[in-house]
């Protein structure tokens, strides 16, 4: 039986990018906004699913959350195989079912799925799945939970969005295009010939020009007005290279932000000036390995400042350390910043420091996971009208992990350090611990 579906591609997806989705198992597009990304995957994905004669293929769309998976989908999926005779609908459970192929066995199902509930997709093998806006996607979920569905049946996979920062979706995109099998694309709205020049001028004069760059030219570089550091900071920070001679005379301060679950990660920063000099983590260190680690840079790099995060097991590294005589400085994100008239707590105020240092010139050393914390977090303003951050658990729920090679570069800006004038952070330090140069 022949079967059209009424979904006439536009002549990027009819030549090339439709062709390379059944050529490659894996494929990155990065398109702008209307490009029609989700019309277009979804008729591949439907596609796919009326050729396949294994029994029971199963197929998912996944957005980051349901109800925008519904909104963006579910319609699209019931309209275009509205011409398959014998389709079932499922509006509970959001799936189309295919006619059977197989007695006593069903026929292919699209599923249309929420990613902020990860167990629907557990437990199941799929035969190719799309993610949609990727970079709003817990990156922990495909290589948790997608990646070992596909294994069974070696389905295919399909990250679309549009950019959002030097996130997830930036690093699967520049994996897709280092690898000959992958099939990767990045089209702009000046280059698809989707929109027409009027409407694109009539939108510039409405957008800003990082919503144009982002939404519209696919700039990864571009950032949201209301991240405390813009991503081209970063970028252009991690591209200055510094010497220990452009920065002789310059304190040396360490920060140190302890892990407090499982899956965090302990991170130590040592930086001096504008040059970060060592940025280095740990996972499942106990207390005493973690002072351990801090006593080896303390003894290789003689800093005139350690601060050390107070919060959770941090308190334990603090009381190990000065119980062995070293001069450390306890820190709570939550006390209160030197500018209190302006940041609600000290964590705002540290990281909008890191924003002026970069701003000066800092050199960052081009790790991407510090790349993406910083230029992940996001302000706004409390009732009082002062500057407080997104608070940590949220940031973590929103991007899958927390932002701890950040946090320890901010530590570094806890107070002011000054050579030789003694250590002024910790009032309540006791006596025996008040001098620099005991190092």
């Not at 990860?118 to 190719?128: A, M, S, V």
Request: include cysteine.
């Amino acid at each position: 039986m022949k079967i059209t579906i009424p979904y006439t591609p536009r002549p990027l997806w009819e030549k090339e990018i439709h062709p390379s989705l059944e050529k490659f198992r894996y494929s990155v597009l990065v398109c702008h906004r209307r490009f029609g990304k989700t019309v277009g995957t979804v008729n591949h994905m439907i596609k796919m699913a009326i050729l396949n004669d294994k029994p029971a293929p199963l197929y998912a769309y996944v957005a980051p959350f349901r109800k925008q998976a519904k909104k963006v989908a579910w319609e699209y999926l019931k309209f275009y195989t509205s011409v398959i005779p014998g389709r079932k609908i499922n509006e509970t459970d959001l799936y189309v079912e295919l006619p059977a192929r197989y007695k006593n066995r069903p026929g292919a199902r699209l599923y249309i799925v929420g990613a902020d509930n990860p167990d629907n997709l557990r437990g199941e093998y799929y035969d190719g799945v799309i993610l949609d806006e990727y970079a709003q996607i817990k990156p922990t979920l495909f290589g948790a939970v997608i990646r070992p569905a596909l294994a069974d049946r070696k389905g295919w996979a399909i990250f679309i969005g549009t950019p959002k920062g030097q996130n997830q979706f930036y690093d699967i995109y520049q994996k897709a295009v280092a690898d000959p099998k992958w099939y990767s694309c990045l089209y702009r709205v000046d280059e698809s010939g989707v929109i027409d020049q009027a409407e694109i001028d009539e939108m510039k004069s409405m957008m800003t020009d990082n919503e144009m760059r982002q939404e519209l030219l696919c700039d990864f570089t571009a950032s949201a007005s209301d991240v405390v550091i813009p991503i081209d900071l970063v970028t252009d920070a991690s591209k200055r290279e510094l010497t220990e001679q452009d920065v002789i005379g310059q304190p040396v301060i360490v920060g140190v932000d302890v892990a407090r679950f499982g899956d965090d990660r302990t991170a130590i920063t040592v930086r001096q000036g504008l040059h970060l000099k060592k940025l280095i983590a740990y996972t499942g260190l106990g207390t005493m390995d973690v002072a351990d680690r801090v006593m080896m840079i303390i003894g290789e790099y003689h800093p005139h400042a350690v601060f050390v995060d107070a919060g959770a097991m941090g308190a334990g590294v603090i009381d190990r350390l000065r119980q062995l005589r070293y001069q450390v400085s306890e820190v709570s994100f939550g006390g209160k910043a030197l500018e209190e008239d302006r940041y609600a707590n000290l964590r705002a105020e540290m990281y909008f420091k890191i924003r002026d240092w970069l701003l000066s010139g800092g050199a960052l050393p081009d790790i991407s996971g510090l790349k993406t914390e910083l230029s992940i977090v996001e302000y706004k303003f409390n009732p009082g009208g002062k500057i407080i951050l997104e608070p940590k658990d949220k940031l973590k729920g929103r991007t899958g992990y927390s932002p701890d090679l950040a946090d320890s570069l901010a530590l570094t800006f806890a107070r002011p350090v000054y050579i030789g004038t003694g250590n002024p952070l910790d009032d309540d330090m006791p006596e025996e611990y008040d001098a620099l140069g005991a190092y």
